[in-house]
């Protein structure tokens, strides 16, 4: 594990959170660098559902590289905190992938399917007051957002 990586993602979601109306959601390249920790994703799915670490990180960054998506966030749980040795090894937990795309939600459902989300949906599903990366009303025609649920 980087710890450096570590204690930048720690300190950025604490600051949204701290915020008291920003999603803490991250980028999957902020997320990814330097983790080590298996279970910071799909932590309810079955061993022999999860597809680890590094088949995560391989399916979020394939559905990232398509022409069609605008990006791909994550939403973060879990938060260590810096200063606990009982914490140290622990990365944020990764609850959700956020996927804003021209493509129909049954595409995305397709690309996300080997990470065995619980559900699939249309929205970012928060308050209205809620600071998001793009807000929906930005997008342009035929661009939705897609919110996977990995737990």
Do not use: Y
Not at 67 to 87: C, G, N, R, Y
Request: include cysteine; glycine fraction near 4%.
């Amino acid at each position: 594990m980087d710890h450096e990586a570590r204690r930048r993602l720690v300190i950025k979601v604490t600051q949204m959170l701290e915020e008291g109306n920003t999603l803490p959601v991250v980028s999957i390249e902020d997320f990814f660098e330097g983790n080590t920790d298996e279970r910071s994703i799909g932590v309810n799915l079955l061993p022999r559902q999860h597809i680890g670490l590094a088949g995560f990180r391989n399916v979020l960054e394939n559905i990232s590289s398509k022409p069609q998506v605008k990006s791909v966030h994550l939403e973060l749980t879990e938060i260590p905190v810096l200063d606990d040795p009982a914490d140290d090894e622990i990365w944020p937990t990764a609850c959700v992938a956020f996927v804003i795309a021209q493509a129909s939600l049954e595409d995305v459902t397709q690309w996300v399917a080997p990470l065995h989300p619980r559900d699939v949906c249309l929205g970012w599903c928060v308050k209205a007051s809620v600071n998001v990366p793009v807000a929906e009303a930005d997008l342009q025609p035929g661009w939705r957002i897609v919110r996977v649920w990995l737990l």
